[in-house]
């Protein structure tokens, strides 16, 4: 069984900064994909971003230039560099792994106010 614990949430200042960590019990490269996904309330799901097994990376059009994914194949990690925070980025973060099943994690809530 799978597990992925997310952590670096919080409350942080509009133009601020935070940084997720997704901690897989597994190989991440055995995942086809792993992601971000986000989720506020009365807001359906939507992807923040997703990097391949080859490397590559997708990016919701909201987050282009001001998130980074990135992942660490020693740690089994997948992080999330989130810059220039907005009020409307307010939202438990999730991390997801796709492989022969999709695995998520419990979310960490990031909260972006003054």
């Known amino acids: 069984q799978v597990q992925l614990v997310e952590s670096g949430g919080g409350l942080v200042q509009p133009g601020g900064s935070l940084r997720l960590s997704c901690a897989a019990s597994?190989?991440?490269?055995?995942?086809?994909?792993m992601g971000w996904y986000r989720q506020a309330p009365g807001k359906e799901r939507e992807l923040v971003a997703l990097i391949r097994r080859n490397g590559s990376t997708v990016y919701g059009d909201y987050v282009k230039g001001r998130f980074a994914i990135s992942r660490d194949t020693a740690k089994n990690t997948l992080d999330l560099q989130m810059n220039s925070l907005k009020p409307e980025d307010t939202a438990v973060y999730l991390c997801e792994a796709v492989g022969t099943y999709k695995y998520w994690g419990q979310g960490t809530q990031v909260i972006v106010s003054a």
């Open positions: 597994g190989n991440i490269l055995d995942f086809y994909n």
